[in-house]
C-alpha cells in the first residue's frame, strides 16, 4: 500500500513500529486498553503461604483466612464496574463467591467454599477480569 494511502486512512508516520507487529514482542498494560481485554489475571496457590504462579496486573494477594483472598491490582482499573471470573481446582462439590460490595478499583476480595457454607482453601485458584 503506498505511503500516501496508509497517511489518508489516520495512519501517521512512525505509529506503528516492528515491535508492535512481531509476534515475539511483548504486549504491555499500556496495549491492553480495549473493551473486551482482560484488565488482570492471576493464577495462585491457596493453601499454606498464599503464591502467585503467574499473573498479569496482580500485585498481590492478601490471605484474609481460610478460603477467603484479596487480589491487590498493581494499576488500578479504571472504576468497579467490572466483571471477574473466580476460578479453582477441586475434586469435590465447591463454588466460588463475590460480593459486588468487594469489587474495588485497586482489588477484589473473592471466597471459596466446599458446599454451601464451609470455607476452604484450594491449592490452585484463579481470577479473571474483564471492563
Known amino acids: ?3 500516501t494511502r496508509i497517511q489518508s486512512l489516520g495512519i501517521t508516520d512512525g505509529t506503528i513500529v516492528n515491535a508492535d507487529i512481531n509476534a515475539s514482542a511483548a ?4 496495549k491492553l486498553s480495549g473493551v473486551n481485554d ?3 489475571w492471576v493464577n495462585f496457590n491457596g493453601t499454606g503461604t498464599v503464591a502467585i504462579r503467574a499473573s498479569f496486573n496482580v500485585s498481590s494477594i492478601t490471605d484474609n483466612g481460610t478460603g477467603d483472598y484479596t487480589v491487590n491490582y498493581t494499576n488500578a482499573l479504571t472504576d468497579a464496574k467490572y466483571a471477574i471470573i473466580a476460578l479453582q481446582r477441586s475434586n469435590s462439590q465447591t463454588a466460588g ?3 459486588s ?3 474495588l478499583t485497586t482489588s477484589t476480595r473473592i471466597f471459596y467454599f466446599a458446599g ?3 470455607p476452604v482453601d484450594r491449592d ?3 481470577l479473571i477480569v474483564f471492563r
Open 1 to 3: 500500500m503506498p505511503l
Open 27 to 30: 504486549i504491555t498494560l499500556a
Open 38 to 40: 482482560a484488565k488482570a
Open 97 to 99: 463467591y463475590e460480593d
Open 101 to 103: 460490595s468487594y469489587l
Open 116 to 118: 454451601v457454607s464451609t
Open 124 to 126: 490452585t485458584c484463579g
